[in-house]
T-cell receptor, first 111, second 117 residues
Framework: EDQVTQSPEALRLQEGESSSLNCSYTVSGLRGLFWYRQDPGKGPEFLFTLYSAGEEKEKERLKATLTKKESFLHITAPKPEDSATYLCAVRGTGGSYIPTFGRGTSLIVHP | GAVVSQHPSWVICKSGTSVKIECRSLDFQATTMFWYRQFPKQSLMLMATSNEGSKATYEQGVEKDKFLINHASLTLSTLTVTSAHPEDSSFYIC?????????????FGPGTRLTVL
């Protein structure tokens, strides 16, 4: 059974204070690891897909990295508008094509 | 690209009535769509997988007679909450994966807030 654990559950940062969110996973063959951003009262917004260990992707202040056991979402010099819940999900090569989601990390960036 | 819409964005109904929520993939085709439910400050809970042209697959504990899912075309899936009760009040979100290509991402709709009085 695929499992995803995100840490920390909540994170408070000052504007400009860089940090990282963690997504640890176990999966029988990785078909993809996905990062989403969700604002209150809205559906998740797709950010990145990572397929293999060593892969990195960037978008503005966000950078996602992947190893065989975990993924990090690095936030560089965050701004208050980066405040949101960040969700991680994995899809394995096992019979099910349904992705497994973590519980998310709630990020608050104070001005 | 990869836009998913939901309608309505919010709905208030009386207990005992039925409510239909539409999920559309606007610029891609999706053989499979997913329906999630989300309670405040909690993560997504998968309710069912909607397959175009066939019956939906429901997760354990989800009543298929209460949450009717129809996937009429490659761009439209509907969720009908039948005989709604206050405990059905929640945030319902759909998602879809493009049928073509090798991409595996899901793209989510904006969600529907259901309040049952």
């Amino acid at each position: 059974e695929d499992q995803v654990t995100q840490s920390p559950e909540a994170l408070r940062l000052q504007e400009g204070e860089s940090s990282s969110l963690n997504c640890s996973y176990t999966v029988s063959g990785l078909r993809g690891l996905f990062w989403y951003r969700q604002d209150p009262g809205k559906g998740p917004e797709f950010l990145f897909t990572l397929y293999s260990a060593g892969e990195e992707k960037e978008k503005e202040r966000l950078k996602a990295t992947l190893t065989k056991k975990e993924s990090f979402l690095h936030i560089t010099a965050p701004k208050p508008e980066d405040s949101a819940t960040y969700l991680c999900a994995v899809r394995g090569t096992g019979g099910s094509y349904i992705p497994t989601f973590g519980r998310g990390t709630s990020l608050i960036v104070h001005p | 690209g990869a836009v998913v819409s939901q309608h309505p964005s919010w709905v208030i109904c009386k207990s005992g009535t039925s409510v239909k929520i539409e999920c559309r993939s606007l610029d891609f085709q999706a053989t499979t769509m997913f329906w999630y439910r989300q309670f405040p400050k909690q993560s997504l809970m998968l309710m069912a997988t909607s397959n175009e042209g066939s019956k939906a697959t429901y997760e354990q504990g989800v009543e298929k007679d209460k949450f009717l899912i129809n996937h009429a075309s490659l761009t439209l899936s509907t969720l009908t909450v039948t005989s709604a009760h206050p405990e059905d009040s929640s945030f319902y979100i759909c998602s879809a994966s493009p049928t073509s290509g090798i991409r595996n991402e899901q793209f989510f709709g904006p969600g529907t807030r259901l309040t049952v009085l």
